[in-house]
């Protein structure tokens, strides 16, 4: 087993409209994710990140350049259920995702299509379940839920097909605040605890400050990567993108820019107090 | 005054094991030009709270009076209600369905009987305030436009109803932090220009603290706080207890306070910090 979850060469996407024009919403993208890494892609709405995510499942395949799950080929069309089963999608809308009208059953229906044994549906069901902390609610149906413990069944409805790595587009954006608290513990307990590799689409930037790794897309390449301090600590860059940067990493800067003797790569109320 | 709620109670499901009290007699004034923030965690009873303000929902008890008219009463028409008081869903470009932009938009003055000329004027003007350009989209299809641009489509199609007051529920979720900006300052825009009293809905205490002057807290179908902003974010430990939280910029200035640095914590944004605290380190550095 390789050391390398995904692989992306000089991918390139275009999508063809009505009129013949195609529009290209991937230029020669180049990115490797690391097995067991945490990595977040921020971007603005259009940036392509959506269409990156859908690459990496197959659910779109490259106009030119590859794209490696786990060392497969998505252009190899007899490794697409291998390539779904590694690689794990959750999406933006979680009333898109449920398909049952009872928790578990919802959980169950991955499996149930690979032909996974009954008992092992049965162990696989309850563990998903057990891990994004919604046990108690097996037996209820899932649009009486909150948006955030929707989500949370969608995710372990994926954790339910085994996924080395789990991709979440906006998993977030729709979700108030005790919903998002709730994802993102789920989603950090999955990387560090059941050791899934995690790829995780976000407008929010305090989402991506505990990453191991941040991307930054913009009209459909890579922009800017790195650390989130090494990220973060180009606020001018960020805000021309029109991104985001922390408040108190904002206000870190503007003190800067009027002199005042701090580090650049302030990420948190903490690290703000102590510098000053 | 402008909106005038009294006693007001809702009940779902009434006399059935499913009955849920969603607003919990509510007391409630808005004077004309305020910018009110409606907050409060999911299933608190804002949505509840402002589908009875434009006559959506008819109150289980109590009265809503809006710019002077009961809008409780039976014998008062819909019609007068809507045009009182414009509701911008959240996600409302999912209500788009017209084939062009100027379409849509004109759908609602069309329905009041305006002649066409007004229609136009009416069209445009409401293009304009939410920062879409007339000539070149009003002839598109609402559906093949971005997404930010559909959600200033569908808040146009409410402005373009005249409404003197305007509440808007979550108008930025789902955007990026630059579309996000655009669409509040567009808000900002028809509050000061238009004279437009606007209830915001928002998960955001950023947008928040940097918009309105009044904020009103739901929790449990009751208003739990009502206040200035500068009033109802210094209470930290409540709001967290509510579920809700305060601006990260007002957070660490408490946090910077209670070590024992002699500043206000009575910061709402950015710039107010940067002030405050460049004051201090320059009496500091001074002493």
Redesign the interface.
Known sequence: MSNTMINIENLTYKYSTIDEKSFTALKNVNLTVDSGEFLVIL????SGKSTLAKLMNALLLPTSGNVFVNGMDTKDEEKLWDIRQTAGMVF?NPDNQLVATIVEEDVAFGPENQGVDPREIRKRVDKSLEIVEMSEYKNHAPHLL??GQKQRIAIAGVLAMNPKCIILD?PT??L????RKEVMKTIKKLNKEENKTIVHIT?Y??EAVEADRIVVMEKGEIVMQGTPKEVFSKVKEMKEI???V???T??AY??RK?G?DLPTDILT??E??MA? | MMIKIENLSYVYNPESPFETKALDNINLEVEKGDFVGLIGHTGSGKSTLVQHLNGLIRPTEGRIIIDGIDITKKETKLRAIRQEVGLVFQYPEYQLFEETVYKDIAFGPKNLGLNETEVDSRVKKAMELVGLDFEKIKDRSPFELSGGQKRRVAIAGVVAMNPKVLILDEPTAGLDPKGRDEILGEIQNLYEKENMTIILVSHSMEDIAKLVNKIVVMHKGKIAMEGAPREIFKNQERLEDLGLGIPQVTYFMKKYKSEGHSVSDDILTIDEAKEELLNYLRRRDNA
């Open positions: 971007g603005h709405n259009g933006q909150s948006g906006e954006a729709m108030d605040p005790i919903g407008h930037m305090e029109g991104l985001d922390p408040q108190v904002e206000l503007e003190l009027e005042i109320v903490e703000l107090v000053l």
